[in-house]
């Protein structure tokens, strides 16, 4: 598996909440921005906070954009079809627009595949050859590589684990950040702090939280049968709170070969989907070689 070489390459990282940007050279990132997403915006003014916001990183060497989005995108046409989180992002011809206007190449895929990309070139998912990696944030996501190769599936829509029916809504509303929202009224981020204080309410509700993820990490399991699951996302830095309530749930799987083997950890790549989405440039563009 060849690095990155010494291309320069923007990587976006679109979330629910905020864009993170970055411009990266020879596998590191030299210059980031983060700013907040305008998710309740028209299109019109998504599309410029996105071009403001690359202009302020372009340099004249730079050899194409790869971003991450979050929700489903047409990987072979470039367009960005659905965006949860992001209500008027819909029907996007995101690879046309930006090539036309920075005259770059540019490159689209789910942010959960830039986050396992980039696991699987810089991080600890390096050695395994099935992987999966779960973005647990404003939304819930997976991105899933399979013998060393990245899987969108057919229609660019494989490892949209948040829309599996589950209780009495789907996955996502049980393994995001939204469960914290839905059921206690308050976001994961004062859950963690108050956590991390030793709150025993903030604890148990990362439990609960913890035996939701359990669950679908066994859907995920029957499906796949990955080697490993990497958690990213905002509320994996919860991960020592919900870990024991999970793996609980995660123990409870039928085959004893598949649980015994099965290694889940916390990312702790904090640019893991800008560098994913810079190499998905250069692997379009050959100059990297696949996984």
Known sequence: MDML????????????????????EAGKIT??????????ASKKEILNQLVQSIEQLMEPDVMGIGVGVPGLVDEEKGVV?????????TEIPLKNYLEDYFRKSVYLT???????????????????????????????????????????????SAGEFGGIPYLDSTLEDYCSGKFFQNQFGVLGQEVHQAAVKGDNRAIAMLEQFGTHLGEAIKMIL???????????????????????????????FPFERVKKQLIIEQSHMRNGAILGAAALVQMKSKVLSPL
């Open 5 to 24: 070489s010494e291309h320069k390459i923007i990587g976006l990282d679109i979330g629910g909440t905020k864009i993170h940007i970055g411009l990266v």
């Open 31 to 40: 210059k980031e921005l983060k700013i907040a997403t305008a998710a309740q």
């Open 81 to 89: 079809c659905d965006v949860q989180n992001i209500p008027d992002f």
């Open 110 to 156: 789910n942010d959960a595949n830039s986050f396992i990309l980039g696991e699987k070139l810089y991080g600890r998912a390096q050695p395994y050859k099935n992987v999966v990696g779960l973005t647990l944030g404003t939304g819930f996501g997976g991105g899933i590589i399979l013998n060393n190769q990245l899987y969108s599936g057919a229609f660019s």
């Open 222 to 252: 029957f499906a796949l049968a990955p080697e490993a699951i990497f958690l990213g996302g905002s509320v994996s830095k919860c991960f020592p709170f919900f870990k024991d309530a999970m793996q609980q749930r995660v123990e409870e």
